[in-house]
């Protein structure tokens, strides 16, 4: 068996296709204009790149994108008070503040800082609590575009058996929670670094995600035939970048798979990019949020 392989590329352009579109019927019936204000703080090569591609993706769109970027020197209080400048301007719809944030700023104080209404990545206690009990205002990026990738595949998740290795506040644990919605009706298996023979619940799943940052952690015999694997980890090894899973055996048996890199990446600015759309139409008093 040679696995499909799911084409995050494609699907990301779709879904930055339709936000496209439904930001230019927000402006024509309203006159407002997604707007998405980035935060920087520090010289991170890897969060620069990633904020410029967000910007480019936003202006591709008809977005508008603002990028705050501030020295790593910026005090806790100075990133504070940006934020809440940000939450009381009425022009800006979505706030993105990029992470890994330097040390000495409390990442949490911070996120938790952020307007519930314009919190697109989704990190607010408020918005995780929301999407817990299924009545989500904003879906987190990455999870969201890797459901939104099972659903334009045709990949069926009711009454499957979906394992996710991972249980990060970004990744692991939104991702099982979407998982077992009603609609989506899988039945979850949260693995995590202190679970014992991942191995074992890996070959016992339907769906494998993975998502704990670990180079080729999941084996090929650790697929069971015919699962979807969905690979979220993107790491650096050399001059190559590799995911999570060991692709090349893992693509021999299983029924579907994402490549690395190519296949979830693209998602996560593309569900952005809907979340921005969705918090301006909110916003706008056409969705009563």
Not at 59 to 72: C, D, I, V, Y
Not at 276 to 288: E, F, I, K, P, V
Request: aromatic residues 2%; glycine residues 10%; contains cysteine.
């Amino acid at each position: 068996m040679t696995a499909m392989v799911i084409d995050g590329k494609q699907i990301a352009e779709q879904t930055r296709a339709e936000a496209a579109a439904g930001a230019l019927a927000l402006k024509t019936r309203t006159g407002v204009v997604p707007h998405l204000a980035a935060v920087l703080v520090g010289e991170d090569p890897a969060s620069a790149v990633y904020v410029r591609n967000k910007q480019i993706a936003c202006e591709k769109a008809g977005f508008k994108s603002t990028l705050h970027r501030l020295p790593a020197s910026t005090g806790q209080g100075e990133l504070l008070a940006l934020v809440q400048a940000l939450n009381a301007d009425s022009g800006v719809h979505g706030i993105l503040v990029q992470l890994p944030l330097p040390k000495g700023i409390d990442t949490t104080l911070i996120l938790d800082a952020i307007l519930p209404a314009k919190d697109v990545d989704g990190f607010h206690p408020e918005n995780v609590g929301l999407l817990q009990q299924g009545r989500p205002r904003f879906l987190p990026c990455t999870p969201a575009g890797v459901m939104r990738m099972l659903k334009v595949s045709g990949i069926e998740t009711a009454g499957k058996h979906a394992v996710v290795i991972g249980r990060s506040d970004i990744v692991g644990k939104p991702m099982a929670a979407l998982l077992v919605q009603k609609g989506a009706d899988a039945t979850v298996t949260l693995c995590h670094s202190r679970t014992r023979d991942i191995g074992a619940f890996c070959r016992e799943a339907d769906i494998l995600v993975a998502a704990l940052g670990i180079p080729q952690f999941v084996k090929g015999d650790w697929v069971k035939p015919g699962a979807v694997v969905i690979d979220v980890g993107i790491n650096r090894v050399g001059d190559k970048l590799v995911g999570d899973v060991d692709y090349l055996p893992a693509a021999q048996v299983a029924s579907a798979i994402t490549p690395v890199p190519g296949g979830v990446g693209p998602m996560t600015i593309a569900m952005l990019l809907a979340n921005t759309l969705q918090a301006a139409t909110n916003l706008s008093g056409l969705d009563g949020r």
